[in-house]
């Protein structure tokens, strides 16, 4: 770790593989650099984020995303490649994962009803397949969708949605 002035707090920099285990099971999987530093840019609250190599990942931050470069530089904690490979399910190529909170279904309803409707609200009834829904919520954003809601058992804040709507970069509020 080359700037400890910028590391994250002592228990995830003392034990970040406990602190993911611990943080995981009820967090959302941020998989890879891009996905980072969308959240990031979106507001998500990102409880940690770790590296295998955090000098390449914030000269990666300083090519493609300066605006949040401290923020991503605050977050990231460097661990080996094998303790970075053992804790997700497939390593990304850019070897860096976060974990954000995952938002709640009455938060982003709130946060819903309380914007302004200058755009409709897209509804999914029932989606069947979360890539889709994650594909739809990055075209209503496209589109300047006020928000997008799903009614069913489907829970569009998964990896598959997330990984679908990879790029967006305004996301409106989404049930989830």
Known sequence: MDDPALSTGPETA??????????????VLLDGFHALKHAVRFGADVTMALTADRAATLALADELAGDVRDTLAA????????TY??????PHPTA??????RPSRAGNLERLAHSARTAPVVVLDHPRNLGNAGAVIRLAAGFGATGVVTTGTLDPGTPPSYAAGRGCTSPPPWNG
């Open 96 to 101: 860096v994962a976060a974990l954000a909170v």
């Open 85 to 90: 490979a053992g804790l997700v399910p497939r």
């Open 14 to 27: 003392a034990d970040p593989v406990s602190a993911w285990r611990r943080l995981a099971g009820g967090a």
């Open 75 to 82: 977050l990231l904690t460097e661990v080996p490649h094998e």
